[in-house]
């Protein structure tokens, strides 16, 4: 069986070199992410040029997504080698100082000292240091260090996310964003969302003229208003770190179970994120909870897991890349796809508020999904503009691969996010019965079916008006 689970990485500068890259899309990758934290804006475009340019190369589409940094507050600088901020030591926050070591730590948010409280509890990067505010003086605040560890370059603070005073996207946001938008970025990713409407002010066109957004899960605020989230996001990004500091870490895993399940009853993508091959930053191979969590993920319906520094910054991008690939791939045999269908059609029964358009693939997507389960057919071919189909034959999970064609090479590069779509590029628009024909033609040359299989054909074969899923076809291959 073909891998379904798509596999997110993060580029930084263990893994930015060509040669890097190429072997990680060899070994898996399926979308490439920038983080825009760290590094200049002319760094950032650098890597996106050299992605493209590579993945051009090697002749396979990849995603590519940009991470905006959106208004989390940072800590100022450690420099280039990792710093010990020691258990029971006591250290400052000082808002703008432009440095920081392991007795001062410099903060990036001005209004730091009016937002938080003593006795308040502050994670530093994904949490594993934290830090108990004791008292707050006119320029500094002053903490005692929880739980010491490691930490390096400009890691978050975390502080309470109703008391900040910051919308997402920021300024700086949105001129990261008009640049990467320029440059025909796939994917962007909005950092701190808390309501639909901070998806709304990205203000990109929607997908594939423009970008698909991805809307980051991880304040409290956006689990409380999950659902108009998904309905305005193209996909959903699950930011483990963030919101287990937010919302408690006891709740995580139901959380993460609910947002999936409701992501893909929606119809849209959704990537699991945040450590999960964390030791692998330096060790050869991952922990046995890691691999656990990473399977149990993939049986929660997850579309992507994400690798962030295990990539950007680890000892072995490659080697991690494809380890991800081998867990993936094992953990996609022993999903339950006949028990998810059932759940996601009874799911979609309760749905309400949506375009006769939309109602109209949600059939068409069910009985595709039933014709080919019952027949057996050895694929789902769907030919797609936008990718819509795609993503909606993909709630039900099809125990077959989903072959995507579309005639937008933007709509081939984000369906990569997309579980089990091999996207394809076609080569002009299909609105006849006969080019849907020559498809499957295609499909059978590229290795995707054989001669003398039967396919399940979905398409739009409607006039421009219509924009809905309204063809269903049964076809053996010639």
Same mark, same amino acid.
């Given at each position: 069986?073909?891998?379904?689970?798509?596999?997110?990485?993060?580029?930084?500068?263990?893994?930015?070199?060509?040669?890097?890259?190429?072997?990680?899309?060899?070994?898996?990758?399926?979308?490439?992410?920038?983080?825009?934290?760290?590094?200049?804006?002319d760094e950032a475009l650098a890597r996106y040029r050299t992605i493209r340019a590579v993945a051009e190369r090697v002749g396979r589409p990849v995603g590519t997504m940009v991470d905006l940094p959106g208004p989390k507050v940072r800590l100022a600088s450690f420099g280039s080698s990792p710093v010990l901020l020691a258990t029971d030591t006591v250290?400052?926050?000082?808002?703008?100082?432009?440095?920081?070591?392991?007795?001062?730590?410099?903060?990036?948010?001005?209004?730091?000292?009016?937002?938080?409280?003593?006795?308040?509890?502050?994670?530093?990067?994904?949490?594993?240091?934290?830090?108990?505010?004791?008292?707050?003086?006119?320029?500094?605040?002053?903490?005692?260090?929880?739980?010491?560890?490691?930490?390096?370059?400009?890691?978050?603070?975390?502080?309470?996310?109703?008391?900040?005073?910051?919308?997402?996207?920021?300024?700086?946001?949105?001129?990261?964003?008009?640049?990467?938008?320029?440059?025909?970025?796939?994917?962007?990713?909005?950092?701190?969302?808390?309501?639909?409407?901070?998806?709304?002010?990205?203000?990109?066109?929607?997908?594939?003229?423009?970008?698909?957004?991805?809307?980051?899960?991880? +304040?409290? $605020? =956006?689990?409380?208003?999950? &659902?108009? %989230?998904?309905?305005? /996001?193209?996909?959903?990004?699950?930011?483990? !770190?963030?919101?287990?500091?937010?919302?408690?870490?006891?709740?995580?895993?139901?959380?993460?179970?609910?947002?999936?399940?409701?992501?893909?009853?929606?119809?849209?993508?959704?990537?699991?994120?945040?450590?999960?091959?964390?030791?692998?930053?330096?060790?050869?191979?991952?922990?046995?909870?890691?691999?656990?969590?990473?399977?149990?993920?993939?049986?929660?319906?997850?579309?992507?897991?994400?690798?962030?520094?295990?990539?950007?910054?680890?000892?072995?991008?490659?080697?991690?890349?494809?380890?991800?690939?081998?867990?993936?791939?094992?953990?996609?045999?022993?999903?339950?796809?006949?028990?998810?269908?059932?759940?996601?059609?009874?799911?979609?029964?309760?749905?309400?508020?949506?375009?006769?358009?939309?109602?109209?693939?949600?059939?068409? +997507?069910? $009985? =595709?999904?039933?014709?080919? &389960?019952? %027949?057996?057919?050895? /694929?789902?071919?769907?030919?797609?503009?936008? !990718?819509?189909?795609?993503?909606?034959?993909?709630?039900?999970?099809?125990?077959?691969?989903?072959?995507?064609?579309?005639?937008?090479?933007?709509?081939?590069?984000?369906?990569?996010?997309?579980?089990?779509?091999?996207?394809?590029?076609?080569?002009?628009?299909?609105?006849?019965?006969?080019?849907?024909?020559?498809?499957?033609?295609?499909?059978?040359?590229?290795?995707?079916?054989?001669?003398?299989?039967?396919?399940?054909?979905?398409?739009?074969?409607?006039?421009?008006?219509?924009?809905?899923?309204?063809?269903?076809?049964?076809?053996?291959?010639?």
């Amino acid at each position: 069986m073909t891998r379904r689970t798509k596999i997110v990485a993060t580029i930084g500068p263990a893994s930015d070199s060509p040669a890097v890259l190429e072997r990680m899309f060899a070994a898996g990758v399926d979308v490439t992410r920038i983080g825009l934290a760290h590094g200049s804006l002319d760094e950032a475009l650098a890597r996106y040029r050299t992605i493209r340019a590579v993945a051009e190369r090697v002749g396979r589409p990849v995603g590519t997504m940009v991470d905006l940094p959106g208004p989390k507050v940072r800590l100022a600088s450690f420099g280039s080698s990792p710093v010990l901020l020691a258990t029971d030591t006591v250290v400052e926050l000082v808002p703008g100082r432009a440095s920081s070591d392991s007795t001062v730590l410099g903060v990036d948010y001005e209004h730091l000292l009016g937002d938080v409280h003593p006795g308040d509890l502050l994670a530093v990067g994904d949490g594993s240091v934290s830090l108990q505010v004791e008292s707050i003086d006119s320029d500094r605040a002053r903490a005692r260090v929880a739980h010491g560890g490691m930490t390096q370059g400009r890691p978050g603070l975390h502080v309470p996310s109703e008391r900040l005073r910051i919308t997402s996207p920021t300024d700086e946001d949105l001129r990261y964003l008009d640049a990467f938008v320029d440059a025909g970025v796939d994917m962007v990713a909005l950092s701190f969302v808390r309501s639909a409407h901070d998806v709304r002010r990205v203000g990109t066109e929607p997908h594939p003229r423009g970008p698909l957004i991805v809307a980051k899960i991880e +304040t409290r $605020a =956006a689990v409380e208003n999950l &659902t108009g %989230i998904i309905a305005e /996001a193209g996909a959903i990004m699950i930011a483990r !770190g963030d919101l287990g500091t937010e919302l408690g870490i006891e709740d995580l895993p139901h959380l993460q179970k609910r947002i999936t399940r409701e992501c893909i009853s929606g119809g849209k993508p959704v990537i699991t994120a945040t450590q999960m091959f964390e030791s692998m930053i330096t060790s050869p191979s991952p922990t046995r909870a890691e691999v656990s969590d990473v399977a149990n993920a993939i049986f929660d319906g997850t579309s992507a897991v994400m690798l962030s520094a295990e990539t950007a910054v680890g000892h072995d991008p490659v080697e991690t890349v494809a380890t991800m690939a081998r867990v993936a791939a094992r953990a996609d045999q022993e999903f339950d796809y006949e028990g998810w269908a059932r759940r996601i059609r009874l799911l979609r029964r309760s749905a309400v508020g949506e375009s006769l358009d939309a109602r109209i693939t949600d059939a068409m +997507t069910a $009985a =595709a999904w039933r014709a080919a &389960t019952e %027949i057996g057919v050895a /694929a789902v071919i769907c030919i797609t503009d936008s !990718g819509f189909t795609v993503r909606s034959m993909a709630r039900f999970r099809p125990a077959m691969p989903i072959v995507a064609f579309s005639p937008d090479q933007r709509t081939v590069r984000q369906l990569t996010l997309s579980w089990g779509a091999v996207p394809l590029h076609a080569t002009a628009p299909v609105h006849s019965l006969d080019l849907m024909d020559d498809l499957i033609v295609a499909a059978r040359d590229q290795g995707h079916v054989q001669s003398g299989q039967l396919v399940a054909v979905l398409a739009g074969a409607g006039d421009e008006s219509v924009r809905a899923t309204d063809v269903l076809r049964l076809s053996r291959v010639p």
